[in-house]
């Protein structure tokens, strides 16, 4: 197939690539992404500059709410994989018309372009967030939206059009809902990359209130996969949750980070919970397992894996949070107030 994958160049986007450029060799790749702070051509500087891949792959800068670009871009594509996204909870909370913007009127842009287009395929990237917390059991496909920051609100908004548009208009789109991601090349912003990359400078490690609010997590190349199986053997109309199935505490998460380090309790920073701060996440993966996917990592190995390439990679992470004024910023607005 050649996909049009957008938002290409952030931190699942650009795993994502590398995983279909490595696994499928037949494949080509357009990575549309209009490069925000969170996009970053450095997630695929092997992938663009190795001749065994590079033939294979092109990107565009360009946003998926421009009907024009999209329209060019896609000519000549097979399929769509949609992982274009504002997606930081917290900065929903600060400002949520990019996100509005983004991830409703972008979704709505790129299934006009599938549908003029006829594309065979159509993956909506989404979340497990959508469902907002759930107290006990685990969240099925069929479960009751109710999503409780703007940012959530904004992806079960790009998943209902999609829905929709499969309804009225036949087109073969589906969506994924995955739990909290972690891995290599993640935007420093997000819990993992934050609390690892504070504890290698020496810096505290901010947790909200007491710490005990349950995320699942999942391995990003595992999330890749499981998008990888939605794409090729996935039913157009259907939703697919893809979790990890590796529910932690945050306070677990930080302390483990800490551990692996080598550094102890004392480094954790208690700080004001976040509005609206969901409970718990938990999904059912069994439809997207029918199908053959199964995460390959448990969390501890995932983690330390993760922790291992944050260190070996500090070039990466320090560039974005010494070199640009734009985190620092962010850190600055966000957390001192919680402080």
Known sequence: MKLLVTGGAGFIGSNFIRHVLNTSPDDEIVNLDKLTYAGNLDNLREIAENPA???????????????????????????????????????????????????????????????????????????????????????????????????????????MQLLASFVTYGTPAMITRGSNTYGPYQYPEKVIPLFVTNALEGKKLPLYGEGINVRDWLHVLDHCAGIDTVLRRGTPGEIYNVGGGNERQNREVAAGILRHLGLGDDMIERVADRPGHDMRYSIDSGKLKALGWNPARDFEQGLAETIDWYRENESWWKKIKHHTDEFANWEKRWYEERR
Not at 87 to 116: C, N, P, Q, W
């Open 53 to 159: 891949t590079a033939s294979r792959y092109r990107f565009v800068r360009g946003d998926i709410c421009d009907a024009g670009a999209v329209d060019e871009v896609l000519a000549g594509c097979d399929a769509i994989v949609n992982f274009a996204a504002e997606t930081h909870v917290d900065r929903s909370i600060v400002g949520a018309k990019e996100f509005l913007l983004t991830d409703i009127v972008g979704t709505y842009v790129l299934l006009e372009a599938a549908r003029t287009h006829q594309v065979s395929r159509y993956v909506q990237v989404s979340t497990d967030e959508v469902y907002g917390s759930v107290s006990t059991g685990s969240a099925t496909e069929e479960w009751p939206l109710a999503p409780s920051s703007p940012y959530s609100a904004s992806k079960a908004g790009g998943d």
